[in-house]
């Protein structure tokens, strides 16, 4: 018999991808503490300091969610595993806007108005931001040349979850993860060290 709260959390999965967006304001309590893992996950592996919003992270998440038409998302792995590609756009676009600053690509007249709208620095250093960068733009090309390898990257590296879950979030086997995320990986280290010797 399937937990309460997964019970739960699919009916709200089922009523969002009805249409009925105030689903999520229901569902994203019940699945704070593991969206706010997955973002310390994240925080960790970019910055190494657990001082950075990790809040303010998942918070976002949140936004970018709400604003989707359509999440898709099936199960409880499956919404984590969007949730975490969430996160990795806003990493990478905060990386993007670091590495834009650092090559002067922000000298440019605004309002006073929009500067209210701009997020507080993430604390990327340097190299953090153009490894993010670069890791984010061998993800596209490899969701172009193949979108299962690229969302079991998102959901093994970006979500930190189990081969099991994977499974389960990408509606596949354990034993073809397995096999993808081995792919997935030469694939991405062949990619970075191309990008690096260029």
Sequence with gaps: ???????????????????????????????????????????????????????????????????????????????????????????S??????????RGGDLRRVSADVLDAVPAPLGLTDA???LLAALDDALRRLEETNVRLSRVVECRFLAGMSIEDTAVALDTSPATVKRDWVLARAWLYRELQADHEA
């Design 128 to 130: 953090q931001a153009e």
């Design 1 to 91: 018999m399937a937990h309460p709260t997964e019970t739960t959390v699919t009916r709200l999965l089922a009523q969002l991808e009805g249409g009925h967006r105030a689903a999520l304001d229901q569902l994203f309590p019940i699945v704070y503490a593991e969206l706010r893992a997955l973002a310390h996950r994240q925080r960790r592996r970019w910055y190494g300091d657990e001082t950075l919003g990790t809040t303010a992270l998942v918070n976002e998440a949140y936004l970018k969610l709400v604003d989707q038409q359509r999440l898709g998302a099936r199960s409880r792995a499956h919404f984590l595993a969007i949730a975490a590609k969430a996160m990795r756009h806003i990493l």
């Design 93 to 102: 676009n905060y990386a993007e806007a670091r590495r834009r600053l650092k």
